[in-house]
């Protein structure tokens, strides 16, 4: 099943209208690059030459590179290259048009000496491809970004570039468009936006059954995918694990997570969280009216699933392997797990707010985050799930993630707090509710979770 990408695929067909171009496409692991090339290259008439390079020596992937020839039948037979550079020089020399799409790019990185890759492949896109759409493709978030840095000597080279995120939470939902919004919202909470793991899920079963099968059994796919392929190579080596448990266990502030890990005041973990960022594995998260502020800032876990496991699975393997998926369910994670998806509903509003002004159908937001509040009356402070950001003041909205639709009661209560907090510049309030409203009264803005799915 392919889903959304309807951008990132125009973005590709529209090189592969021309007799030569190139293209780079990176994001994190199963999170849909090849699917996406495919699909684009499927209204091509043109030959198509696919190479997933390997863990091995650069000339072990050139002799690869011309089996993947061989096999689609653009040289009739292997032929002995010594470089790239020769190889492309050949097939330069064709008369037919050629897409090629080399895939997981960084492999080759890792066995060339420094730079050395880049600047071959600089060469090759410069002086080598007058017959070929040529696709560099990798998900080494961090090396792939490298690329595009003005030293690097493919910067300015591709004619396209993507970065590949998972599924907004309105297309996951395709993966399961009979569940009602309260469980759609509650399915990608759990299981995020990978195309991989959605298809993974069984569409006739609830969450419970799902997580049974999947991200509790040691034996399913989906278990295997958290546990080893989120976490990169480089990732691995340098306390990853540690820093995305305590995060997920609500260690969100710098401070806290170095004292949760023992770190020294040393700046290791600075480091650290600088390499998880630039690998989009974490975000950097601030409210949108305290941006300068330090010490607000949290740090948060990017992928719905991996939140998952590190908040439940973790550090808790052994009463998995003890009790059994069922009854670990009901003990570790049946206690909190609506606690857990409400505080992921809220990402899923503000996604919602995203795609309005994406879409057109909401002008003049200058930005969507959260709203940090002091509140001298009584004394205390937090934040508003959900603030617009207009020129000189701000929307706010409170998200409930509820069986019952919300009431006109706690809607009204909400509202004489924000009253008593002073210094706040807001032009409107409003709510965001997944079973709806028991009435809406005029004053507010009301957001229901079929309007979240339309």
Do not use: W
């Amino acid at each position: 099943m392919f889903i959304g990408r309807q951008q990132e695929l125009m973005a590709i067909r529209d090189v592969l209208k021309k007799k030569s171009g190139s293209v780079l496409v990176y994001g994190k692991r199963k999170v849909g690059k090849t699917t996406l090339i495919l699909q684009a290259l499927k209204e091509s008439s043109d030959k198509i030459v696919y190479y997933e390079c390997l863990k091995a020596s650069i000339q072990e992937n050139i002799d690869g590179f011309i089996s993947a020839l061989v096999a689609a039948r653009v040289i009739p037979v292997k032929m002995g290259f010594a470089s790239f550079q020769d190889v492309f020089q050949y097939l330069n020399t064709l008369s037919e048009t050629l897409n090629i799409v080399i895939d997981e790019y960084p492999y080759l990185k890792q066995f060339a000496k420094g730079e050395t890759i880049d600047s071959v492949f600089q060469n090759i896109i410069d002086h080598r491809i007058g017959n070929i759409r040529l696709v560099l493709s990798g998900s080494h978030v961090g090396m792939m970004r490298d690329l595009l840095e003005e030293k690097n000597a493919l910067y300015g080279r591709f004619s396209v570039v993507i970065r590949l995120g998972e599924l907004n939470y309105r297309e996951a939902s395709s993966f399961y468009p009979e569940k009602s919004e309260y469980d759609k919202a509650a399915f990608f909470a759990v299981f995020g936006g990978s195309p991989f793991v959605n298809e993974q899920l069984d569409a006739n079963m609830d969450l419970k059954e799902n997580l049974v099968q999947t991200l509790l059994n040691p034996l399913s796919s989906v278990y295997s995918y958290a546990e080893n392929i989120l976490v990169s190579d480089l990732a691995g080596g340098m306390n990853a694990e540690r820093i995305f448990s305590a995060i997920g266990n609500g260690k969100k502030k710098y401070g806290e997570i170095e004292s949760k890990l023992g770190f020294s005041n040393n700046g290791l973990l600075s480091k650290q969280l600088k390499n998880l960022l630039a690998m989009d594995m974490i975000a950097k998260v601030y409210p949108i009216n305290r941006g300068n502020d330090n010490k607000k800032v949290t740090y948060e876990l990017t992928d719905n699933l991996m939140r998952f496991r590190y908040t439940y699975v973790y550090h808790n393997k052994g009463a998995l392997r003890m009790l059994g998926a069922e009854a670990f369910y009901e003990n570790y994670i049946a206690p909190t797990l609506t606690t857990f998806v409400a505080h992921r509903f809220e990402e899923i509003a503000r996604t919602y707010f995203s795609l309005q002004v994406k879409e057109g159908k909401r002008k003049g937001i200058l930005n969507i985050g959260t709203y940090y509040y002091d509140d001298p009356v009584r004394k205390t402070n937090g934040e508003f799930d959900v603030a617009l950001q207009k020129q000189s003041s701000y929307e706010l909205y409170e998200v409930k993630y509820l069986t019952s639709p919300l009431t006109e009661k706690a809607m009204r209560e909400e509202e004489l707090r924000v009253k008593a907090i002073q210094g706040m510049d807001i032009v409107r309030m409003g709510f965001v509710s997944i079973s709806g409203f028991e009435t809406r009264p005029s004053e507010f803005e009301c957001i229901d979770g079929q309007a979240l799915y339309e």
